[in-house]
């Protein structure tokens, strides 16, 4: 008989204390949908007085923190929570909104977040953040695996595919500065002196019509940025993203012959990058070597089959061939690359693209044989039309 007693006060007060972390987690959704974060705090204290070192009660408490501004009190409350935990990918993206800033290399919000994928493939927010990441420290290269990733997990939204399709024209208003602060920050400065440069030279690049500046202040700036280029490529002479910017320097001035010296210091390593064969393909086509010009822009395309100038360079060169018909497919495809870029130019922020746009990238990823893209894209236009 007194055994039955102590079991049924023991399973009473299982049931009441169960019952008990219900009240707590409801109230904090409640509290966290409505964006509640004092009241989110008072209720996470209670649950942690409640339940010392609940998982769930901290993270609350961490988000609660973070929100109001007390990113020391939020790290102290998430840095414990571990891996297998649930909600172990939201920390992450909260851990690497904390580091992503001055005072943090970029290496530490992009492996937060990629932890934060590997936690929950089927989140979206990690991977918009995680973009970001890799478009402020150019690693194009980076970005078409995760927006594959994304593809395959249905965790895409139509900005991401904007870094995939025109990832040259998404710029920085902040890059600049973080990648300078970075440069003080680190024990190597020479990749965060090359990105600051990167940002600046990107940033002119696309007010090439000078709206944002006089004339006389744009030809000034042309001078301070070719200055600044020549200054770090003597400091470092073997910086692969350098050479690649004296090439393009080259380029816009027409001069072929320097494009061929400085493409002949682009490292061997750098051979996956399509970037080098793309400016073969052009140094080429300046000097009518149509067959060069040919397999440099294939082989450009064909590492990055989104490459909208590549393709209206390809379609030249085939109509010097008298190749009429690929002529016409590659100048077409350019024309239409062409037009994406500069619709999502005139746009105020890269998460409003239009269902007009979005069927007319969903067209190139199709012309440029690159079905599951296609397929994707095609899948978000019918949601915009809803």
Known sequence: MILCIALAV??????????????????????????????LASISKMWMEYRPGDPEARFAAGLAAYMRGDESTARDLLEPIEPELPMFAERCVLMAKMASDAEHLPAVPIEYLKQAIESNPSLTEHRRLLLRQYGLTFQQQAITPLVNDAVANEADTPAMYVYLLAGSIVTYSDGETFASQWAELADDPEPYLVMAYRHAAQAKRLNETGLDTTRKE?????????????????????????????VEEASSEGDAEEMRRWL??????????????????????????????????????????????????????????GDVDASKRYLELGALGNQIRREITDLKSIDQLTPSLLRQMHRFALSAEQPLIAERLETLVERATR
């Open 10 to 39: 023991l399973v009473g007060r299982h049931f009441w204390q169960r019952s008990r972390v219900n009240e707590f987690r409801n109230a904090a959704q409640v509290a966290t949908e409505s964006q509640r974060w004092g009241h």
């Open 264 to 321: 002949a210091k682009v490292r061997v390593s750098s051979a996956g990058d399509p970037r080098p064969w793309h400016w073969k393909g052009v140094m080429h086509v300046m000097r009518q070597e149509w067959e060069q010009a040919e397999a440099a822009l294939r082989e450009s395309i064909r590492r990055d089959p989104f490459d909208w100038i590549g393709c209206h360079q390809l379609g030249t060169v085939l109509a010097h061939q």
């Open 218 to 246: 744009f030809d000034e700036e042309t001078v301070r940025l070719h200055q600044r280029l020549d200054d770090l490529s003597m400091r470092y002479p073997e910086n692969t993203e350098l050479i690649l910017e004296q």
